[in-house]
């Protein structure tokens, strides 16, 4: 196939590249910058665009088997003020939007579209699948929106909604602010760390989007999350176990509230997400369990 991909300087874009080309696979990248070529593995064919604009790079997309679609905004990095959640919103919608009315017109017959497990909002205990409804708060509303941009592509192509939980990799994202404090001597959860958080190493992140892509029996939802989701103080004592470092030092949760205001929603949802679809369909993670992740991970990390 020739695989058109959004966010492809982003962690995940950079890794479904790598495994795309890897497979045989040819890439077209879209970037905003014309220099990103360096930033991708050496075989990927750079276009220049913005995706939610019109540009010369819909007719590439229109020429393409298949469609990853992955760009949008950091939510975590810094304060939602009023023109950071514009970003976070259109970012995804506007630039979802656009793709999905070329796919519908003509071209890729597969559409893997970015979203979030934020799609649930923060539940508690709840078990929670590609069939539990959405749920309440800034981050549910952007991934509905997000979702529902998508949606019109599948008249003609099969679409697959990647809803996404923590991704774990050394080389960037949530990782590396993670075991920050615990380098230090100083981790621990936040507050009780009694909230679940779904996690998914990079790897099977990856090779999910590949999954979506070749199996033609995945469409609709998809949660890409490992099958064990952890709480957050489950989490903190395997980061704590991995790196011999103590994990018995809560950071309040007031103080996370007060420091990045109302992106704490992103931080503090509680999760609990099962990826019931990839194991119905035969999905054989990689690293289903924490711990084993970590080693991996911060054994490469040094």
């Not at 602010?177 to 621990?188: D, W």
């Not at 103080?233 to 991995?242: C, F, H, K, M, P």
Request: proline share 7%; hydrophobic share 45%; net charge positive.
């Amino acid at each position: 196939m020739n695989v058109f991909v959004t966010g492809a300087t982003g962690l995940i874009g950079r890794g479904v590249c790598v495994a795309l080309l890897g497979a045989g696979h040819a890439v077209t990248a879209l970037s905003r910058s014309a220099g990103a070529a360096g930033r991708l593995p050496a075989g990927t064919r750079v276009v220049t665009g913005d995706p939610a604009e019109p540009g010369a790079w819909e007719a590439e997309l229109a020429g393409c088997d298949a469609c990853v679609s992955l760009a949008g905004e950091a939510i975590a990095d810094g304060r939602w003020t009023a023109p950071k959640k514009r970003r976070i919103r259109d970012s995804r919608v506007r630039a979802t939007a656009r793709i999905a009315a070329i796919v519908r017109a003509g071209g890729p017959r597969v559409l893997v579209s970015g979203s979030a497990v934020g799609y649930y909002g923060s539940r508690g205990d709840e078990l929670l699948d590609e069939g539990s409804p959405p749920g309440q708060g800034f981050l549910a509303e952007v991934c509905r929106d997000w979702e529902e941009a998508a949606a019109p592509a599948a008249a003609r192509a099969r679409v697959v909604l990647l809803r996404t939980g923590i991704v774990l990799s050394p080389a960037g994202g949530a990782l590396p602010k993670l075991v920050r404090p615990f380098r230090l001597f100083a981790g621990g959860p936040l507050g009780n760390g009694d909230f679940w958080q779904p996690w998914i190493h990079l790897a099977d992140e990856v090779g999910l989007v590949r999954f979506a892509l070749e199996d033609e029996r995945v469409a609709g939802p998809l949660v890409a999350s490992a099958p064990e989701p952890v709480r957050n103080r489950e989490l903190a004592r395997a980061i704590g176990t991995v790196l011999g470092r103590p994990s018995f030092l809560p950071a309040p949760e007031l103080a996370v509230r007060l420091a990045i205001g109302e992106a704490a929603e992103a931080v503090l949802a509680s999760q609990r997400v099962l990826p019931r679809k990839a194991l119905e369909l035969g999905y054989r993670f990689r690293f289903p369990a924490i711990e084993a992740a970590l080693r991996d991970l911060l054994g490469r990390a040094g």
